[in-house]
């Protein structure tokens, strides 16, 4: 789990009595050949239970498939029973998985599924994860913006972050389905009942995303509150424009089915994220 406490939530070993969760609604297919992976977690918000996501996905092609994200290490079975049941249905195997950068809700089951796959290797933002994964380090590389591996009939191109918390952060677009993968660039930090498991973000109407992206920048992205955010959202609608984005795919967000007319609520959230005091914190995270 990432280092939540450093980023402002509280954490404590006494939480109240956990409801029962619903039926994992993943994976789900997202767009042809994309499978979001993983399930809920359980959040204390404002004095109820409510659900989250550290989502993983998996991109399949002709001849290969590749993971983006592998999720917390607490949904690690979860996600390796997921990998495991659409490979065994698809007839490919592993190859790449692919990480936006090296925190543990982004890349917690690298270790365990380079061993599981020996054929596989893990690209992205990689800092020290040949600390974390010791024993692996042939299999650990660094990809830059521009870079491509080919699965059969699509490939994943590395991308520029636009909005990072790390200076080396990666983002990933299928270049099929026109997907983009930013990690933490559209996280959302939203918090959802049981009728809002495994939706697209335009199925959940509810949640109040431009409050909750401001939240998610008191926990992440500390740096939006001291520049100016125009450039970074006019950089964005620029990459939108020259990948074709399709459908996002954010790992802490519900995943956004129709990208060119959901924009405008997502721009006002990164506008919102320049005020990132306006938004006090009341939210615990178990660990479980």
Same mark, same amino acid.
């Given at each position: 789990m990432e280092n939540q406490q450093d980023e402002g939530i509280s954490m404590s070993n006494s939480a109240p009595a956990l409801p029962e969760m619903p039926h994992n609604a993943l994976p789900r297919e997202i767009a042809?050949? !994309?499978?979001? &992976?993983?399930?809920? %977690?359980?959040?204390?918000?404002?004095?109820?239970?409510?659900?989250?996501?550290?989502?993983?996905?998996?991109?399949?092609?002709?001849?290969? *498939? *590749? $993971?983006?994200?592998?999720?917390?290490p607490s949904v690690g079975n979860v996600v390796i029973a997921q990998v495991e049941r659409i490979l065994e249905e698809r007839g490919v195997p592993l190859k790449y998985i692919f990480v936006t950068h090296s925190e543990m809700s982004h890349c917690g089951s690298v270790g365990r599924l380079l061993r599981r796959y020996p054929e596989a290797h893990t690209y992205g933002e990689i800092s020290d994860l040949h600390l974390v994964y010791p024993g692996f380090e042939d299999r650990i590389h660094f990809c830059e913006p521009g870079e491509t591996s080919d699965l059969g009939g699509r490939e994943i191109l590395t991308v520029e972050s636009v909005f990072r918390d790390l200076i080396h952060s990666r983002w990933f677009l299928d270049t099929k389905e026109r997907v983009l993968f930013p990690g933490d660039g559209f996280a959302y930090s939203h918090v959802h009942d049981d009728k809002e498991c495994g939706l697209f973000a335009e199925e959940a109407p509810k949640v109040?995303?431009?409050?909750? $992206?401001? @939240?998610? *920048?008191? &926990?992440?992205?500390?740096?939006? #509150?001291?520049? =100016?955010?125009?450039?970074?959202?006019?950089? &964005?609608?620029?990459?939108? !424009?020259? &990948? #074709?984005?399709?459908?996002? *795919?954010?790992?802490?967000?519900?995943?956004? +089915? =129709?990208?060119?007319? %959901?924009?405008?609520?997502? @721009?006002?959230?990164? +506008?919102?994220?320049? =005020?990132?005091?306006?938004?006090?914190?009341?939210?615990?995270?178990? =660990?479980?």
């Open positions: 042809p050949g !994309v499978f979001w &992976l993983g399930e809920c %977690s359980p959040v204390h918000y404002a004095g109820k239970w409510l659900h989250t996501y550290n989502s993983a996905f998996m991109v399949v092609g002709e001849k290969f *498939a *590749a $993971m983006v994200e592998t999720g917390i109040d995303i431009p409050t909750q $992206m401001q @939240r998610f *920048a008191t &926990l992440a992205f500390h740096w939006t #509150g001291y520049v =100016d955010i125009e450039p970074y959202v006019q950089r &964005l609608d620029d990459l939108f !424009v020259e &990948l #074709g984005v399709e459908v996002v *795919a954010p790992t802490h967000g519900l995943p956004i +089915r =129709d990208a060119k007319n %959901s924009m405008p609520i997502f @721009r006002e959230g990164f +506008r919102g994220m320049s =005020d990132i005091h306006a938004t006090e914190l009341d939210i615990e995270i178990y =660990d479980i």
